[in-house]
């Protein structure tokens, strides 16, 4: 198993106001040891975790339409549960350019781009 970093966007992240939570996508970040790991990087809330077999109720329930992520209604849900940054990890998409405008069109604003990791804001 390879050894949990986290990546350069969470040291930035560290230096950013706590004005609410993170979310990391693709969705299937959000429950990936190392997403949680990344939370002690950068000290924000986060709406996922890494939860083995046992799911919480309100992570099973927003999935679905986390997984639609830039779609109006996704980013609807990520402002009613008070996310402030939205970590993408743009190789996980196959025109990011496109996914990038998707995403500055739902109103997110672009703030920080580290490697292939993009940071946008939601307020």
Do not use: C
């Not at 986060?46 to 992570?59: C, D, K, R, T, W």
């Not at 402002?79 to 990011?96: E, F, N």
């Amino acid at each position: 198993m390879a050894p949990l970093k986290a990546d350069p966007a969470d040291y930035w992240l560290a230096s950013q106001p706590n004005i609410g939570a993170v979310a990391r996508f693709p969705f299937v970040d959000e429950s990936s040891q190392s997403g949680v790991y990344a939370t002690i990087v950068n000290q924000k809330p986060y709406i996922g975790g890494f939860f083995n077999a046992n799911s919480p109720e309100q992570f099973t329930r927003i999935t679905p339409t986390m997984e639609t992520f830039p779609s109006p209604e996704s980013v609807d849900l990520l402002r009613q549960l008070g996310v402030a940054y939205v970590i993408v990890d743009s190789t996980q998409y196959p025109d990011y350019a496109e996914m990038d405008q998707a995403i500055q069109l739902r109103g997110l604003q672009l703030l920080q781009v580290s490697g292939t990791t993009y940071v946008y804001g939601l307020h």
